[in-house]
C-alpha cells in the first residue's frame, strides 16, 4: 500500500472523531448562547444585576470533563455570539473586558479543578471539595472581578466587583456542581435503574418544586425581611443529601437557586423588592450558605460510602482468601473472644460457627491441654505480643489432632488495639515423627553408650592380661636370655647377640607395659584420679617434650570409677590432641573439686582451630569425649579460636554412673 493510500485510510478513520468532537463543540456553542440569553433575560433592575450568570459555569463544567488540548474549541464556541454581538456594536471596552475576564477565570478554575480538586471526583470527599471551593468559588472570580470591574463607572469600581464577584461564585457553586456531577454520574453509573430509586428521585424533585413554587415564587408583603419561610426547603435537601449524595443535592440546590432568582426577577417571594442591589445580595448569600454545609454533608456521606463499600470488598477478599487458604484461621476482639473462623476451621471440627465463636472454641481443646493453652493465650493477649503454642485439639471424627497455633495483634489504622489474628495447622505428623526420631536418637545413644562401655570393659581386660601376663612373660623370658648371657662356653658373638636380645626384650615389656596403660590406666585403680594425672602429664611431658603444669585442688578421694575414668580419658585425648595440632610448647591441666562438681581443665596457647569447621568434619576425638562425659551426665566446653589457643573444660558431678 503507497503512502498516500494509508494517510487517507488514517484520514478515514479519524473523521468520525472530528465529527463527534464537531458536534460537541457545536452544541456546546448554542447551549452557552442560549444561556447566555437567560442571564441577560434574568437581570433585576434597575441595576441589570444577575444574580447567578450560567455561561461561565456551563463552561467551567465541560473543560474539566474534556482532554485539555480541545479547550480552544470550546472557548471558542461558548464565547463566539457574544465576540460577534462585540463585532457589531464596535468591541466596546466594556465587553471585551467582560470576554476576558471570563475566560481568565474559567480556565484558572479548569486547571484548579482538574489539578487540585480530582476533576468529577470534586464532591466524592470534602478535601476535594475544599479545593473546588477554594480555586473556582473564591479564586478564580476573585481574581478575575478585578479585571471585569473596570467595566463599570470609576466611581462604582467596587460596586461592579462585588457584583461580578458574587454573580461568578454562586454560578460556580450552584450550577457547576450540578453539571459535573450529572456527567461522572453518566460515566461510571449502573445502566440499570432500579424503580423505587427511580420514585424516589422523581418525588424528592416534585414536592421541592411544589414547595420551593410556595416560598419563591408567592406573593410576598415586600417589607424587607427573609422570613423563615424560604428554609422550607431544607428536610428535603436533607434527604436528597442523604439517600443520593453529591449528585442529589447538587441537583435539589440547583432547583432551588432557580426557584428563588425566578421568583426575583418576576418580584416575587422573599428577594423582590424596590432595592435590588440588597435583595440580590440577601438572595446570594442566601444561596451560599444554602448550599455550602449541605454539599459538605453530601461529600462526607459520599466518602462515608466509598469507605464503607471499600471495607465490604476488602472484607469479602479476605474471607473469600480465608476460606480457600490452607490453614485454620481465627480472629478475636479486643475482648479475648474469638469473632471469626474460616471454612477449613469448621471443616476439621465440624462445629457451626455459632458453637465456636466467643470462647466456644476451647470446647474443642484436649482437656489436658486446655488450662495451659488458655493461660498462654490470655498472657500473650494482655502483653500485645506474637505467640505460638501448641495443643491438641478435637477432629470432626472425635480424634485429638496436635496443632500449632501462632497469633499477631491486629490494629486499627490509628494505632488502637483490635484483637488477634491467628492461623493453624495441623502438626500431629509432625509430633509423631519427632517422637519417632526422639526415640530413634535414644536408641542410636543408648547403643554407643553400650558400645563404649563394651570397649571400655574390653580394654580394661586387654590392659589386665598386658600387664599381669605378657609383661610377666616377657620379663621371664629378659631373665632368662639374661642368664645364658653369663655362660662362660659362649663364644663373643653368641653373648652380643644375646645382650642385644635381652635388651629388646624389657624394651619390648616396656612398650607393652605403656600400651596397658593406655588401654586401661591401672593407676587409676591403684592410686586415685590425681595422681594418675599427674604420672599421665609426666610420661606426656617426658614423651613429647611439652612442659606440663599439672595442679590439683581439694578433689575428694571417693570419686566414682566411671567418672575418674572419663576424667582421666578425656584430659589423655586432649594432651594427644595438643601434641598432634596445637604447635606449642606449654600446656596447662587442673583438676579442682567442689561441694558437688569436679572441673577438669586442659588448655594450652597454641594456634586454636574453628570448632565449628571442626564439628563439621566429624572428628572422633571432640565426639569421643562428648559422648564419654554424656555417659556420667557430665558437660563438655571447648572453647577455641585461630591463634588464640584452645581450652576443653569437663564439669563432672560428683554422684557419677557407676558401670
Excluded at 452544541?27 to 440569553?37: F, K, N, Q
Excluded at 489436658?368 to 498462654?376: A, L, V
Excluded at 604447635?583 to 561441694?595: P, Q, Y
Excluded at 584452645?646 to 560428683?654: D, E, I, M, Q, R
Aim: some cysteine; proline content about 5%; charged content about 20%.
Amino acid at each position: 500500500m503507497s503512502p498516500r493510500n494509508e494517510a487517507t485510510k488514517d484520514n478515514t478513520r479519524r473523521l468520525p472523531g472530528a465529527i463527534r468532537l464537531a458536534v460537541r463543540v457545536l452544541a456546546v456553542g448554542v447551549i452557552c448562547h442560549v444561556s447566555t440569553e437567560i442571564g441577560f433575560a434574568n437581570k433585576l433592575p434597575p441595576h441589570n444585576i444577575s444574580a447567578l450568570w450560567p455561561t461561565g459555569a456551563i463552561l467551567l463544567s465541560v473543560l474539566v470533563a474534556t482532554p485539555v488540548r480541545h479547550w480552544w474549541a470550546y472557548t471558542v464556541a461558548a464565547y463566539f455570539t457574544s465576540v460577534m454581538n462585540d463585532a457589531r456594536a464596535g468591541f466596546p471596552v466594556a465587553a471585551i473586558l467582560f470576554v476576558v475576564a471570563g475566560v481568565f477565570e474559567i480556565w484558572i478554575a479548569a486547571v484548579g479543578v482538574r489539578r487540585f480538586a480530582g476533576g468529577l471526583r470534586a464532591f466524592d470527599n470534602p478535601r476535594n471539595l475544599i479545593a473546588f471551593i477554594t480555586v473556582a468559588v473564591i479564586l478564580g472570580p476573585f481574581l478575575s472581578a478585578f479585571v471585569a470591574a473596570f467595566a463599570g463607572t470609576t466611581q462604582n469600581y467596587w460596586f461592579y466587583w462585588r457584583v461580578w464577584f458574587l454573580s461568578e461564585a454562586v454560578a460556580f457553586l450552584t450550577l457547576a456542581p450540578a453539571i459535573l456531577t450529572c456527567i461522572g454520574v453518566a460515566y461510571t453509573a449502573p445502566r440499570v435503574v432500579f424503580v423505587p430509586r427511580l420514585v424516589e428521585i422523581c418525588l424528592i424533585v416534585c414536592l421541592l418544586i411544589a414547595i420551593c413554587a410556595r416560598v419563591f415564587n408567592w406573593p410576598s408583603a415586600g417589607d424587607g425581611s427573609v422570613p423563615a419561610l424560604v428554609y422550607l426547603p431544607l428536610p428535603l435537601l436533607l434527604w436528597a443529601a442523604m439517600r443520593f449524595g453529591p449528585l442529589g443535592v447538587n441537583i435539589s440546590l440547583l432547583i432551588v437557586a432557580i426557584m428563588s432568582i425566578s421568583g426575583a426577577v418576576q418580584g416575587r417571594g422573599p428577594f423582590a423588592g424596590a432595592s435590588s442591589a440588597d435583595h440580590v445580595v440577601s438572595l446570594q448569600l442566601f444561596l451560599i450558605a444554602m448550599s455550602t454545609p449541605l454539599m459538605f454533608l453530601a461529600a462526607l456521606i459520599a466518602e462515608g460510602r466509598l469507605k464503607a463499600i471499600g471495607l465490604s470488598e476488602s472484607e469479602a477478599r479476605f474471607r473469600s482468601m480465608a476460606d480457600t487458604a490452607p490453614v485454620m484461621i481465627w480472629m478475636s476482639d479486643a475482648t479475648k473472644r474469638c469473632i471469626y473462623f474460616n471454612k477449613p476451621w469448621l471443616d476439621f471440627t465440624g462445629r457451626a460457627i455459632a458453637q465456636e465463636l466467643g470462647d466456644g472454641w476451647a470446647e474443642g481443646i484436649h482437656p489436658d491441654d486446655r488450662e495451659r493453652c488458655m493461660t498462654e493465650y490470655v498472657t500473650a493477649f494482655d502483653a500485645r505480643r506474637h505467640f505460638g503454642m501448641e495443643y491438641r485439639l478435637r477432629r470432626r471424627d472425635g480424634e485429638y489432632r496436635w496443632i500449632l497455633d501462632c497469633g499477631n495483634p491486629r490494629s486499627a489504622p490509628d494505632g488502637t488495639f483490635v484483637g488477634y489474628i491467628g492461623s493453624c495447622i495441623d502438626i500431629a505428623e509432625r509430633k509423631q515423627a519427632e517422637v519417632q526420631l526422639r526415640a530413634s536418637h535414644e536408641q542410636q545413644r543408648d547403643l554407643a553408650s553400650r558400645l563404649l562401655r563394651a570397649q571400655e570393659e574390653e580394654r580394661r581386660r586387654l590392659a589386665r592380661e598386658m600387664h599381669d601376663d605378657l609383661t610377666q612373660r616377657l620379663a621371664v623370658m629378659a631373665i632368662d636370655v639374661g642368664r645364658l648371657e653369663l655362660q662362660p662356653s659362649l663364644s663373643g658373638t653368641v653373648t652380643e647377640s644375646l645382650r642385644r636380645t635381652r635388651d629388646q626384650l624389657v624394651t619390648l615389656s616396656e612398650d607393652v607395659h605403656d600400651l596397658s596403660r593406655q588401654l586401661h590406666p591401672s593407676i587409676l585403680d591403684d592410686l586415685g584420679l590425681v595422681d594418675a594425672l599427674r604420672s599421665e602429664c609426666d610420661r606426656f611431658s617426658q614423651r613429647e617434650t611439652i612442659a606440663v603444669s599439672y595442679q590439683a585442688d581439694t578433689v575428694p578421694a571417693g570419686l566414682p570409677r566411671d567418672s575418674a575414668l572419663c576424667l582421666y580419658l578425656i584430659a589423655q585425648e586432649a594432651l594427644r590432641n595438643v601434641a598432634r595440632h596445637a604447635e606449642t610448647d606449654r600446656v596447662e591441666v587442673t583438676l579442682t573439686g567442689c561441694e558437688a562438681d569436679v572441673l577438669l581443665t586442659v588448655s594450652d596457647e597454641g594456634k586454636g582451630f574453628d570448632l565449628g569447621a571442626a564439628r563439621s568434619h566429624h572428628g572422633l576425638g571432640l565426639v569421643s569425649m562428648e559422648e564419654r562425659a554424656r555417659l556420667i551426665g557430665a558437660e563438655v566446653s571447648i572453647q577455641s579460636h585461630p591463634g588464640k589457643g584452645t581450652t576443653v573444660s569437663v564439669l563432672s558431678p560428683l554422684r557419677g554412673r557407676e558401670s
